[in-house]
């Protein structure tokens, strides 16, 4: 009965590992969607199809692990009506296998948590690029506009100097055609 809630415990736990996955997907998707100039997105393209065929390796061995755990469940029942000592060996056999079931469940899910980490620590590093190329933009911005009002400014004033200009070299030409 203990070997049974176990299983079903391993269970559990890679199909929640395989929800966590598709969650992780989903969530990269829409994040590339939404960010990043055309380059960035060809590389973080790149990225998340490594990503992503990484992730579909963890979950076919994940499947692979759950439909073990299913045949061993299988013969762990057919194996009530055995003998004695044939029930002895097959719960022996069970439990080596469930133990090794349960070590590459925690060495996929370490695995998946790093995975996850790194995944986050280069969105951070996207998000992060993408405020400075905003704050560059908007710096760029401002300064174009300082600029359109100094171009502004000199050519009022190269217009008035023309003026003045103008008025007094008339004076000038009158006195000297008089």
């Known amino acids: 009965m203990s070997g049974n809630s176990t299983s079903q415990c391993v269970k559990m736990e890679m199909e929640w590992a395989v929800v966590g996955g598709s969650m992780m997907e989903e969530t ?9 100039s055309p380059e960035q997105k060809k590389e973080e393209t790149v990225n998340t199809l490594v990503y992503q065929e990484k992730l579909s390796k963890d979950e076919r061995k994940q499947k692979e692990a759950l439909d073990d755990l299913h045949v061993v469940v299988d013969e762990d029942s057919r194996s009530e009506s055995s003998s004695t000592d044939e029930r002895k060996e097959k719960t022996k056999l ?15 899910a370490l695995e998946n948590e790093n995975q996850r980490e790194q995944y986050e620590r280069c969105l951070d590093e996207v998000a992060n690029q993408v405020v400075q190329a905003l704050l560059t933009q908007k710096d760029l911005r401002e ?3 300082k600029l359109k009002t100094r171009v502004f400014d000199l050519e009022q004033q190269n217009r008035t100097l023309s003026i003045l200009f103008q008025q007094q070299v008339r004076p000038s030409s009158d006195l000297i055609l008089q």
């Open 28 to 36: 990269v998707r829409n994040l590339l969607q939404s960010q990043g």
């Open 143 to 145: 300064e174009c506009v």
């Open 94 to 108: 069970l439990l080596e296998r469930l133990k090794a079931l349960e070590a590459e469940n925690s060495a996929l």
